[in-house]
Structure formats: structure tokens, C-alpha cells
């Protein structure tokens, strides 16, 4: 099963956290100085909002898999249609271990497609402006895309 994913830069997380708990009737599922995430089953999306220095508005979209097959079957997709996804493995980033990889649509909007293999609690070694430890978080340098997750 996919999970669309929607993740946008905010100018103030504690307001933005109150007018999207009541657009979606639910507190989020995940909330951390700089990061809060809904998962939400109707709509079918993870929404993700953060406030690390970013511009404020769309950071990237995605899809959330549920294994590493699935994984594997958007990226030959991705490569058979001409794209040259950044694959990312083991990668922690945004308070959790996720295998990923990153591709930009025609129009340059990154997207990402992920696996999710657990949520990782914040440390007191964590710096609240950013998500990026050992592992830097969202596309990789090497890619052309847009940075994304972290500022």
C-alpha cells in the first residue's frame, strides 16, 4: 500500500501545527521543536510541516511504500521513464530510518520515494534548526534537485 507525501517549510510551527490539527481533525502523530507529521488514512497522506530555515511553502512531495520491493519497482519505473533516481540507503533523517530515493519532475519539484523502517527519538545531542546527523537528510548533493528535509 502507497501513502502520498506532502512536506512543506513553515514560518511558524506551533500556528501551523493548530490550523492543520484542525483542517484534519487530529492532533499530530509525530511533534518536535522543528518537525510535526500527520498520518493520516483519509485523506491517505503523510503531511509533514517544518520549521528549519527554509523558505516557507512546498519542500517536496513523495510516496511512502510499505517494503523494499515496492521501493525497487517505483525506481526501475523512474529509470525506465528516462529519470535517474539518487538513491539513498539507511539514511536517517526527519526522526526516523528510511531506505530513499530522489528524483525532480520536469518542473524541478523534488520528489521522494521511501521506505520507513522506524521512528527515531530525538537525543539532547540534536540541534532543534535541523534534522541532519552522520547521514545529511533529503536529496543528496549530488543530485540536482533542491535540497529537501533539512536546511
Not at 519532475?105 to 532543534?128: L, M, R, S
Amino acid at each position: 500500500m502507497k501513502r502520498l507525501h506532502v512536506h512543506v517549510h513553515v514560518e511558524d510551527l506551533a500556528a501551523s501545527v493548530r490550523f492543520y490539527a484542525s483542517l484534519f481533525g487530529v492532533p499530530p502523530s509525530l511533534l518536535h521543536v522543528d518537525y510535526a507529521k500527520w498520518n493520516l488514512e483519509d485523506p491517505r497522506v503523510n503531511f509533514a510541516i517544518s520549521q528549519r530555515g527554509g523558505e516557507a511553502g512546498l519542500d517536496h512531495l513523495g510516496i511512502q511504500v510499505d517494503d523494499a520491493g515496492a521501493l525497487a519497482v517505483i525506481a526501475e519505473r523512474l529509470t525506465a521513464a528516462g529519470a535517474a533516481p539518487v538513491e539513498q540507503a539507511d539514511t536517517t533523517c526527519c526522526y526516523a530510518r528510511s531506505d530513499k530515493a530522489w528524483v525532480n519532475d520536469p518542473q524541478g519539484i523534488a520528489w521522494e520515494t521511501f521506505v520507513t523502517h522506524e521512528e527515531i527519538a530525538p537525543t539532547a545531542n540534536d540541534k532543534p534548526a535541523s534534522c541532519c546527523g552522520e547521514t545529511s537528510c533529503g536529496v543528496p548533493s549530488e543530485s540536482p534537485a533542491p535540497a529537501a528535509c533539512c536546511a
